[in-house]
Nanobody, 121 residues
Framework: QVQLVESGGGLVQAGGSLRLSCAAS????????MDWYRQAPGKQRELVAG???????NYADSVKGRFTISRDNSQNTVYLQMNSLKPEDTAVYFC???????????????WGQGTQVTVSS
């Protein structure tokens, strides 16, 4: 019912910046929180940043001061501005939301397909 499509990943040198976008589409009734997770090879998926529908944000300690999450509720889109990137930020970044569709109006978890971010040293 709800599809998430990420964009904006790529290869960047250490110290550089990237901006990820994630657009939700489909038969959407409501969207609660929207988050970015990442998973590096051999590691567990971890929460990077989250934002509620009211705009309250939270960040992993490892990205505080470098990453900024924002959302456009009118476009059902969440962004992740990543500055001062480090090689350890290299991972597949996944968009996640808790949303309700119009056909099945209960809150469910939805994930995007992931976008690769590679930071070279």
């Amino acid at each position: 019912q709800v599809q998430l499509v990420e964009s904006g990943g790529g290869l960047v040198q250490a110290g550089g910046s990237l901006r990820l976008s994630c657009a939700a589409s489909g038969s959407i009734f409501s969207i609660n929180e929207m988050d970015w997770y990442r998973q590096a090879p051999g590691k567990q998926r971890e929460l990077v940043a989250g934002i509620t529908s009211g705009g309250t944000t939270n960040y992993a300690d490892s990205v505080k001061g470098r990453f900024t999450i924002s959302r456009d509720n009118s476009q059902n889109t969440v962004y992740l501005q990543m500055n001062s990137l480090k090689p350890e930020d290299t991972a597949v970044y996944f968009c996640h939301t808790i949303a309700a569709g119009t056909k099945i109006p209960i809150l469910l978890h939805y994930w995007g397909q992931g976008t690769q971010v590679t930071v070279s040293s």
